[in-house]
């Protein structure tokens, strides 16, 4: 199969060889995507490869984005691929979750079992391998958290130089001590998100450095491979929705271009619809969705959420995400912190657990099911992305009452479950547990 890079604007659509060293088209600034000839084996070929290779103790096998190797084949030698054994996480049934959602049943695609705790990884794992084969030796990105704690575990596991640029004050202490115990160059700007990455694509182009925000296409080849492996879990059986939080939009992208391909090659018969869903402090995505131009996405300038993951007022990867949500008849929703708060404790009654931004997904789900959106019956694949470890402070604060929204309005413990002080009296413990 040969491989290059389309440029992903219709008018345009001019092509690159796959190891240009470039984000955007040098015609017309659109967004790229790494785009691949037809293949030669069938899909039932495929089908049985992948799943042979769950058995096997090969490295790349064992990885859930290069066991399907075939379905993202931009490289030429596998040699230098550094994988953790990122992908490969579980299907969970959230039976608490549904009832709190509206649904007869729910199903969590849980990627905080990746090997730095997010979704990430999946698409990390393909970035580096990339600038390995460019001959870089330092890659940079951009980070409200995961981004950096997975860019530099894979980096320093390649041997490249990670340099992070994050928020100042504005990231999980859990994943920025990720980012500090794998060994990044971590410079913490006065600045936001949006604001940062402007600044670092001018610093990666005068200074010969690679970045891997999801605007690297090769990114998003990886976090594809999230869709295709959720299908070949339910032995290739559509789910009626697939529901996403919207942060930068690079999952979304991802999920519909995986989605489509596996349409386009008969791995599946029809495409689920997508939900993402927003912070309602950063939610251009949601705005645009309602807005009769949708020509151009005004971005939030000051974003607010806790939700820090999502925490982005100017998604590079709109164009993309808003072409796969209306290919997929798919909606966008926005939800509150109190309602991201609630969801985020339901998720881990049910035994599951995740990050605030993965709990934007049942919020949502139990908005769409309440507006009639989603139908009770429905099939339906939450994706968690990222750990319940990684925002503690977080988790504390809700449960002892004291966490608050950016307002500085308090966030009401609905779901509360306070840790509670006794003395070291046998009896008194005792009769509180008989109670």
């Not at 690679?210 to 070949?232: A, C, H, V, W």
Request: net charge neutral.
């Amino acid at each position: 199969m040969t491989a290059e890079l389309i440029c992903f604007e219709g008018r345009c659509r001019s092509r690159y060889a796959i190891t240009e060293p470039i984000y955007n088209c040098p015609r017309c600034g659109g967004l790229l995507e790494a785009a691949y000839s037809k293949p030669e084996s069938s899909v039932a070929e495929w089908k049985a490869l992948w799943r042979a290779r769950r058995t096997s103790n090969a490295p790349l096998d064992q990885s859930g984005v290069w066991r399907y190797r075939e379905f993202i084949p931009f490289l030429a030698d596998y040699s230098r691929v550094v994988t953790l054994r990122e992908g490969s996480t579980p299907i969970l049934d959230g039976r608490l979750a549904a009832e709190y959602g509206g649904l007869d049943r729910l199903r969590f695609k849980h990627q905080g079992f990746n090997p730095t705790g997010s979704f990430k990884d999946n698409g990390m794992t393909c970035g580096v391998a990339q600038a390995l084969r460019l001959g870089m030796t330092r890659v940079a990105c951009v980070s409200t958290g995961n981004t950096s704690a997975s860019m530099a575990a894979y980096a320093s596991a390649a041997g490249l130089q990670p340099i992070i640029f994050i928020p100042y004050g504005n990231i999980a202490y859990g994943k920025l001590a990720q980012a500090l115990e794998y060994g990044a160059r971590t410079f913490q700007v006065e600045a936001n998100f949006d604001q940062i990455l402007a600044l670092v694509r001018q610093l990666a182009e005068r200074l010969g450095i690679y970045l891997l925000n999801s605007i690297n296409p090769f990114r998003i080849e990886g976090q594809k491979t999230i869709m295709l492996e959720m299908m070949d879990q339910l032995d290739w059986r559509v789910p009626d929705w697939v529901v996403l939080p919207g942060g930068n939009l690079g999952n979304t992208s991802a999920f519909g271009k995986g989605l489509r391909e596996m349409k386009e090659l008969g791995l599946i018969d029809r495409l689920p619809r997508l939900a993402v869903i927003q912070a309602a402090g950063a939610a251009p995505f949601y705005d645009l969705m309602r807005a009769a131009d949708r020509s151009q996405l005004h971005a939030v300038v000051h974003p607010e959420t806790l939700a820090t993951a999502i925490k982005i007022g100017d998604p590079v990867s709109w164009p993309k995400a808003l072409h796969e949500v209306n290919t997929t008849c798919g909606v966008v929703e926005q939800v509150s912190e109190q309602e991201i708060a609630d969801a985020k404790a339901v998720i881990g009654k049910a035994g599951i657990g995740c990050e605030p931004a993965s709990a934007a997904t049942l919020a949502g789900i139990r908005k769409l099911t309440a507006a009639g959106t989603i139908a009770k019956g429905s099939d339906v694949v939450a994706v968690l992305t990222g750990n319940v470890l990684k925002d503690p402070d977080y988790v504390h604060q809700y449960h002892t009452g004291v966490l608050k929204a950016p307002d500085n309005t308090v966030i009401k413990s609905n779901f509360g479950n306070a840790p509670v002080v006794v003395p070291n009296d046998a009896g008194v413990i005792e009769v509180m547990l008989r109670g």
